[in-house]
Nanobody, 135 residues
């Protein structure tokens, strides 16, 4: 069992920045595929950024150039730095982890192609942290 706890959400004006953190209960960050997803009211959960291994990364087209995913394995923490925020970035942001080898290989293949991983490929989820961007 892996517990993921997100923090750092809040309210910001358009053009501003926020930084999210996700701390894992075990050595998950070093050994797993990790990702950030978001879900706006009435919409499906969508991938934002995924990181595999030592730094194979992909981003959703909507956040490329504005968001940066990173990890600190020593702290078992995943980060998402968000800049140039837009009202359409308003959503609850979730951290996700997948440690099962076959699933992580599938995620890695997706990431190498430059696509965002699917929420269905991740087993462990945090409780979410809300982000509101006002215009």
């Amino acid at each position: 069992q892996v517990n993921l706890v997100e923090s750092g959400g809040g309210s910001v004006q358009a053009g501003g920045s926020l930084s999210l953190s996700c701390t894992a209960s075990t050595d998950t960050v070093r050994t797993s595929c990790m990702g950030w997803f978001r879900q706006a009211p009435g919409k499906e959960r969508e991938g934002v950024a995924t990181i595999v291994g030592d730094g194979i990364i992909s981003y959703a087209d909507s956040v490329k150039g504005r968001f940066t995913i990173s990890q600190d394995s020593a702290k078992s923490t995943l980060y998402l730095q968000m800049g140039s925020l837009k009202p359409e970035d308003t959503a609850t942001y979730y951290c996700a982890a997948e440690s099962r080898f076959p699933k992580c290989i599938r995620i890695q293949s997706t990431v190498i192609l430059g696509a965002s991983a699917s929420a269905a490929d991740f087993l462990y989820w945090g409780q979410g942290t809300p982000v509101t961007v006002s215009s």
